[in-house]
């Protein structure tokens, strides 16, 4: 079945550590996301990629970082310069850019211990 | 700024009633708005979309109204049942069609 698969499910991150999610998409997408959601607000954009070998900055991109070596694959690495991490990370894809529907993986929660 | 409101309060009713929630936004004239269905734990799903030119979209027992004068949406769910509970996403398109903005969401609650 075509679909965004994310892992891990839940990941522990110890300060000062970086920690990469995956997120492999088999639907053919050109574009692809990755949010990060926290209780009481809504999704909020880290970065996304249009393209293999381009990724653009969101809204909250300061402290992690993203590859897209290839078209199914869009890694987020939460790097130790992110001082809050703790929340619930979503990968998602477009076939289009414009207007199409957004498909979200099942989500990666994040706690720092 | 851009900013989406959607009701931050769950909304509790019975089964089989009509469920409407509300999203209003301000600063941002979208082409399109969308709405996703989330379940605790998930990821959002999509549910409906309705252009910038349309007033009214169904699908099953879903509704959506979409008022670019009152910069407002309502989706609503007739025949509500306990499976419908869930936190339902609003989310608007700009005209050039990348940059989608969602709201924080309502938590639903349909009681047996």
């Known amino acids: 079945d075509g679909g965004i698969t994310q892992s891990p499910k839940y990941l522990f991150r110890k300060e000062g550590q970086n920690v990469t999610l995956s997120c492999e998409q088999n639907?053919?997408?050109?574009?692809m996301y990755w949010y990060r959601q926290d209780p009481g607000q809504g999704l909020r954009l880290i970065y996304y990629?249009?393209?293999?070998?381009?990724?653009q900055k969101g809204d909250i991109a300061e402290g992690y970082s993203v590859s897209r070596e290839k078209k199914e694959s869009f890694p987020l690495t939460v790097t130790s310069a992110q001082k809050n991490p703790t929340a619930f990370y979503l990968c998602?894809?477009?076939?289009?850019?414009?207007?199409?529907?957004?498909?979200f993986g099942e989500g990666s929660w994040l706690t720092v211990v | 700024s851009q900013k989406i409101e959607q009701n931050s309060e769950a909304l509790n009713i019975q089964e089989g009633k009509t469920a409407t929630l509300t999203c209003n936004y301000t600063?941002?004239?979208?082409?399109?708005l969308q709405w996703y269905r989330q379940d605790p734990g998930r990821g959002p799903v999509f549910l409906l979309l309705?252009?910038?030119?349309?007033k009214e979209k169904r699908k099953e027992r879903l509704k959506v109204t979409f008022d670019t004068t009152l910069k407002q949406s309502l989706f609503h769910i007739t025949a509500s049942q306990p499976a419908d509970s869930a936190t339902y996403l609003c989310?608007?398109?700009?005209?050039?069609?990348?940059?989608?903005?969602f709201g924080a969401g309502t938590r639903l609650f349909v009681k047996a």
């Open positions: 989310a608007l398109i700009g005209a050039g069609g990348f940059k989608t903005i």
């Open positions: 990629s249009q393209i293999v070998n381009d990724f």
């Open positions: 309705i252009r910038e030119n349309e």
């Open positions: 639907l053919n997408h050109d574009a």
């Open positions: 998602a894809s477009r076939k289009e850019v414009t207007g199409n529907t957004i498909y």
């Open positions: 600063n941002y004239s979208p082409a399109y």
